[in-house]
């Protein structure tokens, strides 16, 4: 191996003064200022656009995000269940189908989720979590869509939930038990005529999900007509908009810089899942920047 470090010195000696590693650079700049100048857009300027955010989000007064896991909030749907936080006719409830007692710490993890609900903004007796038998945390086990599904309906009734979030098939980190609640809603929305709009989370592969901001450009794409029409069009004088059913399928939601501050400072509060990995996550993911979410069918 000492015999070889030379050779490789000599051969990164004319790549670094070439024009590959200048190119490299260059499409790396490009894509960071792109991705930051969309970023903002899409964060401020655009942040309540009804052809980004439908009107189904815009004018829920009773919310509901539906997770698996203590912290599922936090590290996936901070910008979600931050939208509107400071809407003061606005209230958010969050359920948790189960402790995280997988390693033994459930109740420390139900004292830290009420401390996180309390930096969202999230009213203690809308942040219920459950403790039953039939829905422990396990990576091994599907759980049971009927019962998630009457846990479901039971607070949508009891708190008159006018709009669902949760995850999608995928279950953004493919944990069966994320995708066991995605399961669980969606046979709930799918049987219950009275059931609000629901919409979830879309799941990415692992490139994307660890590219922070710059998958912002990717995610972006599907949204980009409504984008130009939203710089270009305000929306009083927008003709399409009376048509609303249009935009309702998707939505995009970017948090603020100060949005994702709190979201941090939620997570903060989940101390026993804490780690060095975490902490990278919190800058890298893109769930902890954006969501893009698609109505449940």
């Known amino acids: ?20 590693p200048r190119l490299v650079a260059s499409v790396i700049v490009a894509l960071v ?4 100048g969309l970023y903002l857009l899409l964060a401020y300027p655009l942040a309540d656009d009804p052809r980004l955010v439908p009107h189904n989000l815009q004018r829920a007064r009773h919310v509901l995000l539906v997770t698996a896991h203590p912290d599922d909030e936090t590290l996936f749907f901070s910008p979600t269940i931050l939208y509107h ?11 948790v189908l189960s402790s995280g007692n997988y390693n033994g710490l459930g109740d420390l993890r139900q004292d830290e989720i009420h401390h996180s609900c309390d930096r969202l903004g999230i009213a203690p007796d809308r942040c219920v979590v459950l ?3 039939e829905l422990q945390d396990n990576p091994t086990t599907w759980w049971d869509e009927e019962l998630i599904r009457d846990l479901v309906a039971h607070y949508v009734e009891r708190w008159k939930i006018d709009l669902l979030y949760t995850f999608d098939d995928g279950g953004v980190s493919g944990h069966i038990n994320h995708r066991a609640v995605s399961a669980g809603v969606r046979k709930y929305v799918q049987s219950s005529p009275q059931a609000p709009p629901a919409y979830s989370l879309q799941s990415t592969f692992l490139l994307r999900k ?10 972006a794409l599907p949204f980009s007509g409504r984008i130009l029409r939203a710089l270009m069009i305000t929306p009083p004088n927008d003709p399409s908009l009376v048509h609303l059913d249009r935009y309702q399928d998707s939505a995009l939601l970017v948090s603020s810089w100060e949005t994702y501050r709190v979201a941090r400072s939620a997570f903060s509060q989940h101390e026993s899942q804490y780690s060095w990995d975490r902490v990278l996550y919190l800058v890298m993911s893109r769930y902890m920047w954006f969501n893009n979410l698609v109505r449940v069918a």
């Open 210 to 219: 660890y590219s922070s901001l710059v998958d912002l450009l990717r995610t």
């Open 131 to 133: 403790d039953r038998s």
């Open 33 to 36: 200022s792109a991705a930051l």
């Open 85 to 95: 936080r400071r809407a003061p006719d606005v209230t958010r409830a969050l359920l």
């Open 1 to 20: 191996m000492a015999q070889l470090a030379p050779v490789l010195r000599r051969f990164r000696r004319p790549l670094r003064r070439g024009p590959l």
